[in-house]
Protein backbone atom coordinates (compact mmCIF):
# COMPACT_ATOMS: atom_id res chain seq x y z
CA UNK A 1 0.00 0.00 0.00
CA UNK A 2 2.46 2.88 1.01
CA UNK A 3 4.41 1.92 -2.61
CA UNK A 4 1.44 2.65 -4.07
CA UNK A 5 0.84 5.94 -2.75
CA UNK A 6 4.50 6.56 -3.03
CA UNK A 7 4.21 6.24 -7.12
CA UNK A 8 1.09 8.30 -7.07
CA UNK A 9 2.89 11.05 -5.51
CA UNK A 10 5.17 10.97 -7.90
CA UNK A 11 3.05 11.23 -11.02
CA UNK A 12 1.62 14.58 -9.23
CA UNK A 13 2.24 17.84 -11.38
CA UNK A 14 5.77 19.44 -10.08
CA UNK A 15 6.53 16.85 -8.19
CA UNK A 16 9.65 16.30 -9.36
CA UNK A 17 10.36 20.21 -9.37
CA UNK A 18 9.36 20.65 -5.70
CA UNK A 19 11.39 18.41 -4.66
CA UNK A 20 14.63 19.26 -6.36
CA UNK A 21 13.88 22.94 -5.07
CA UNK A 22 13.65 21.42 -1.59
CA UNK A 23 16.81 19.32 -1.98
CA UNK A 24 18.64 22.98 -3.87
CA UNK A 25 17.48 24.56 -0.65
CA UNK A 26 18.76 22.55 1.99
CA UNK A 27 21.60 21.13 0.68
CA UNK A 28 23.40 24.05 -1.31
CA UNK A 29 24.37 26.09 1.47
CA UNK A 30 26.02 23.28 2.76
CA UNK A 31 27.94 22.85 -0.02
CA UNK A 32 28.95 26.22 -0.06
CA UNK A 33 30.20 26.02 3.25
CA UNK A 34 32.52 22.98 2.69
CA UNK A 35 33.79 24.05 -0.30
CA UNK A 36 35.69 27.92 0.70
CA UNK A 37 36.71 25.99 3.65
CA UNK A 38 38.77 24.81 0.99
CA UNK A 39 39.68 28.84 0.24
CA UNK A 40 43.47 29.89 0.23
CA UNK A 41 42.44 33.49 1.56
CA UNK A 42 40.08 35.11 3.63
CA UNK A 43 37.23 35.79 1.57
CA UNK A 44 33.82 33.77 1.84
CA UNK A 45 32.75 34.94 -1.52
CA UNK A 46 36.01 34.79 -3.76
CA UNK A 47 37.70 31.58 -4.76
CA UNK A 48 41.66 32.31 -3.83
CA UNK A 49 42.91 28.72 -4.43
CA UNK A 50 42.93 25.55 -3.06
CA UNK A 51 44.55 24.84 0.78
CA UNK A 52 44.02 22.91 4.02
CA UNK A 53 45.72 26.31 5.77
CA UNK A 54 42.24 26.73 8.08
CA UNK A 55 41.89 23.06 8.87
CA UNK A 56 45.50 23.12 10.22
CA UNK A 57 44.59 26.28 12.16
CA UNK A 58 41.48 24.83 13.40
CA UNK A 59 43.25 21.92 14.92
CA UNK A 60 45.72 24.09 16.45
CA UNK A 61 42.84 26.30 18.08
CA UNK A 62 42.96 25.28 22.15
CA UNK A 63 40.31 27.32 22.23
CA UNK A 64 38.46 24.64 19.69
CA UNK A 65 40.20 21.67 21.39
CA UNK A 66 38.41 22.49 24.41
CA UNK A 67 34.92 22.67 23.13
CA UNK A 68 35.77 19.77 20.92
CA UNK A 69 36.35 17.87 24.12
CA UNK A 70 33.82 18.93 26.37
CA UNK A 71 31.29 18.09 23.67
CA UNK A 72 32.69 14.48 23.25
CA UNK A 73 32.53 13.88 27.17
CA UNK A 74 29.15 15.45 27.06
CA UNK A 75 27.60 13.67 23.95
CA UNK A 76 29.48 10.13 25.02
CA UNK A 77 27.89 10.46 28.84
CA UNK A 78 24.28 12.09 27.55
CA UNK A 79 23.78 9.59 24.77
CA UNK A 80 25.47 6.32 26.99
CA UNK A 81 22.81 7.52 30.16
CA UNK A 82 19.90 8.06 27.58
CA UNK A 83 20.11 4.93 26.00
CA UNK A 84 20.21 3.28 28.76
CA UNK A 85 17.35 4.41 30.14
CA UNK A 86 15.46 4.15 26.45
CA UNK A 87 16.27 0.16 26.70
CA UNK A 88 14.57 -0.13 30.23
CA UNK A 89 11.61 1.78 28.96
CA UNK A 90 11.56 0.26 26.04
CA UNK A 91 11.03 -3.34 27.40
CA UNK A 92 8.55 -2.05 30.32
CA UNK A 93 6.35 -1.12 27.40
CA UNK A 94 6.82 -3.48 24.85
CA UNK A 95 7.19 -6.55 26.63
CA UNK A 96 6.08 -5.57 30.47
CA UNK A 97 2.41 -6.22 31.38
CA UNK A 98 -0.17 -3.82 29.76
CA UNK A 99 -0.80 -0.82 32.84
CA UNK A 100 -3.36 1.87 33.68
CA UNK A 101 -1.72 5.01 31.86
CA UNK A 102 0.67 3.16 29.39
CA UNK A 103 -0.50 5.59 26.43
CA UNK A 104 0.09 8.86 28.79
CA UNK A 105 4.02 7.26 29.86
CA UNK A 106 4.50 7.08 25.78
CA UNK A 107 4.17 10.41 24.89
CA UNK A 108 6.12 11.39 28.16
CA UNK A 109 8.33 9.55 26.90
CA UNK A 110 8.61 10.55 23.63
CA UNK A 111 7.28 14.55 24.95
CA UNK A 112 11.23 16.26 23.99
CA UNK A 113 10.06 15.15 20.26
CA UNK A 114 6.58 17.44 20.63
CA UNK A 115 7.18 20.32 22.58
CA UNK A 116 9.49 23.01 20.83
CA UNK A 117 13.05 22.79 21.80
CA UNK A 118 13.29 25.99 23.08
CA UNK A 119 10.54 25.40 25.85
CA UNK A 120 12.26 22.46 26.68
CA UNK A 121 15.44 24.65 27.32
CA UNK A 122 13.89 27.04 29.31
CA UNK A 123 12.22 24.56 31.55
CA UNK A 124 15.42 22.75 32.33
CA UNK A 125 17.17 26.20 33.60
CA UNK A 126 14.38 26.96 35.28
CA UNK A 127 14.24 23.57 37.45
CA UNK A 128 18.07 23.67 37.61
CA UNK A 129 18.11 27.18 38.78
CA UNK A 130 15.02 26.19 41.51
CA UNK A 131 16.81 23.50 43.14
CA UNK A 132 19.88 25.50 43.22
CA UNK A 133 22.55 23.34 41.18
CA UNK A 134 25.43 25.24 39.60
CA UNK A 135 25.05 25.60 35.67
CA UNK A 136 27.92 23.89 34.06
CA UNK A 137 28.69 20.61 31.97
CA UNK A 138 26.89 18.33 34.44
CA UNK A 139 23.52 20.19 34.03
CA UNK A 140 24.46 20.27 30.08
CA UNK A 141 24.94 16.51 30.10
CA UNK A 142 21.38 15.96 32.35
CA UNK A 143 19.46 18.02 29.90
CA UNK A 144 20.95 16.22 26.87
CA UNK A 145 19.82 13.34 28.63
CA UNK A 146 16.80 14.04 28.81
CA UNK A 147 16.03 15.06 25.56
CA UNK A 148 17.29 12.23 23.90
CA UNK A 149 15.77 9.12 25.31
CA UNK A 150 12.90 9.68 22.57
CA UNK A 151 15.72 9.18 19.68
CA UNK A 152 16.91 6.44 21.39
CA UNK A 153 14.07 4.56 22.38
CA UNK A 154 12.32 4.88 18.89
CA UNK A 155 14.31 2.30 17.53
CA UNK A 156 15.11 0.34 20.35
CA UNK A 157 11.14 -0.19 20.77
CA UNK A 158 10.91 -0.60 16.97
CA UNK A 159 13.88 -3.64 16.89
CA UNK A 160 11.76 -4.87 20.08
CA UNK A 161 8.57 -5.12 18.67
CA UNK A 162 10.26 -7.05 15.92
CA UNK A 163 10.99 -9.64 17.84
CA UNK A 164 8.86 -12.50 18.53
CA UNK A 165 8.33 -13.03 22.55
CA UNK A 166 8.51 -16.74 22.29
CA UNK A 167 12.61 -16.84 21.87
CA UNK A 168 12.27 -15.79 25.42
CA UNK A 169 9.88 -18.38 26.12
CA UNK A 170 12.47 -21.56 24.55
CA UNK A 171 15.25 -19.90 26.89
CA UNK A 172 12.80 -20.28 30.43
CA UNK A 173 11.90 -23.40 29.04
CA UNK A 174 15.46 -24.50 28.93
CA UNK A 175 16.06 -22.81 32.96
CA UNK A 176 17.05 -19.56 32.17
CA UNK A 177 16.48 -17.09 34.83
CA UNK A 178 14.89 -13.34 33.70
CA UNK A 179 18.70 -12.17 33.35
CA UNK A 180 19.92 -15.24 31.33
CA UNK A 181 16.65 -15.08 28.94
CA UNK A 182 17.63 -11.13 28.25
CA UNK A 183 21.55 -11.44 28.41
CA UNK A 184 21.62 -14.43 25.89
CA UNK A 185 18.96 -14.15 24.35
CA UNK A 186 17.11 -10.86 23.51
CA UNK A 187 19.88 -8.58 24.29
CA UNK A 188 22.17 -9.84 20.84
CA UNK A 189 19.29 -9.23 19.12
CA UNK A 190 18.20 -5.75 20.27
CA UNK A 191 22.35 -5.05 19.14
CA UNK A 192 21.39 -3.35 15.84
CA UNK A 193 18.31 -1.24 17.22
CA UNK A 194 20.76 -0.26 20.27
CA UNK A 195 23.43 0.72 18.86
CA UNK A 196 21.52 2.73 16.19
CA UNK A 197 19.24 4.58 19.08
CA UNK A 198 23.07 5.21 21.03
CA UNK A 199 24.27 6.66 17.20
CA UNK A 200 21.23 9.11 17.10
CA UNK A 201 21.38 10.40 20.63
CA UNK A 202 25.06 10.98 20.38
CA UNK A 203 25.06 13.33 16.99
CA UNK A 204 21.77 14.94 18.80
CA UNK A 205 23.66 15.73 21.93
CA UNK A 206 26.62 16.86 19.82
CA UNK A 207 24.95 19.08 17.64
CA UNK A 208 22.73 20.55 19.97
CA UNK A 209 22.75 24.31 20.62
CA UNK A 210 19.75 25.53 21.84
CA UNK A 211 19.41 23.87 25.22
CA UNK A 212 23.14 23.87 25.58
CA UNK A 213 22.80 27.66 25.22
CA UNK A 214 20.71 27.91 28.33
CA UNK A 215 22.09 25.85 30.56
CA UNK A 216 26.08 26.24 30.20
CA UNK A 217 27.62 28.25 32.39
CA UNK A 218 31.84 29.34 32.83
CA UNK A 219 34.15 26.55 31.37
CA UNK A 220 31.11 24.58 29.68
CA UNK A 221 31.46 25.73 25.91
CA UNK A 222 30.90 23.12 23.11
CA UNK A 223 31.33 23.05 19.61
CA UNK A 224 28.18 24.90 18.45
CA UNK A 225 28.36 27.47 21.12
CA UNK A 226 32.22 27.69 20.16
CA UNK A 227 31.28 28.12 16.75
CA UNK A 228 28.56 30.65 17.43
CA UNK A 229 30.78 32.82 19.31
CA UNK A 230 33.22 33.20 16.50
CA UNK A 231 30.62 34.11 13.67
CA UNK A 232 29.45 36.96 16.22
CA UNK A 233 33.30 38.38 16.39
CA UNK A 234 33.40 37.98 12.42
CA UNK A 235 32.77 35.39 9.91
CA UNK A 236 35.81 33.24 8.49
CA UNK A 237 37.16 30.46 6.64
CA UNK A 238 37.79 28.42 9.45
CA UNK A 239 34.62 28.47 10.76
CA UNK A 240 33.46 26.75 7.42
CA UNK A 241 36.18 24.52 8.00
CA UNK A 242 34.77 23.42 11.61
CA UNK A 243 31.16 23.46 10.14
CA UNK A 244 32.00 20.55 7.51
CA UNK A 245 34.11 18.87 9.81
CA UNK A 246 30.83 18.65 12.41
CA UNK A 247 29.12 18.09 8.97
CA UNK A 248 31.44 15.14 8.16
CA UNK A 249 30.62 13.31 11.18
CA UNK A 250 27.21 13.72 11.08
CA UNK A 251 27.05 12.32 8.21
CA UNK A 252 29.28 9.12 8.91
CA UNK A 253 27.35 8.74 12.54
CA UNK A 254 24.01 8.85 10.64
CA UNK A 255 24.79 6.86 8.06
CA UNK A 256 25.90 4.05 10.77
CA UNK A 257 23.03 4.56 12.24
CA UNK A 258 20.95 3.89 9.54
CA UNK A 259 22.93 0.74 7.88
CA UNK A 260 22.53 -1.08 11.16
CA UNK A 261 18.82 -0.45 12.02
CA UNK A 262 18.28 -1.76 8.59
CA UNK A 263 19.84 -4.61 10.27
CA UNK A 264 16.16 -5.51 11.96
CA UNK A 265 14.39 -5.93 8.45
CA UNK A 266 16.56 -9.07 8.29
Known sequence: MMAGHAEKLKKFPGFLTVTIGCLVLLYAPMIVISVYSFNATRSITKWGGFSLGWYAKVFANPEIQRATVNSLVIAVSASTLATLLALLAAIAMVRGRAFRGQEGVYVLINLPLLVPEIISAVGSLIFFLAIGISLG??????????FCIPFAYLPISARLQGIEDHYEQAARDLYANAWQSFRYVLAPMM?????????LAFIISLDDFIITNMVAGPGATT????IYG????????????????MLLASLVVVTLSYLIGRTKRN
Open 137 to 146: LMTVMIAHTI
Open 223 to 226: LPLA
Open 191 to 199: LPGIVSGYM
Open 230 to 245: MVRIGFTPEINAISTL
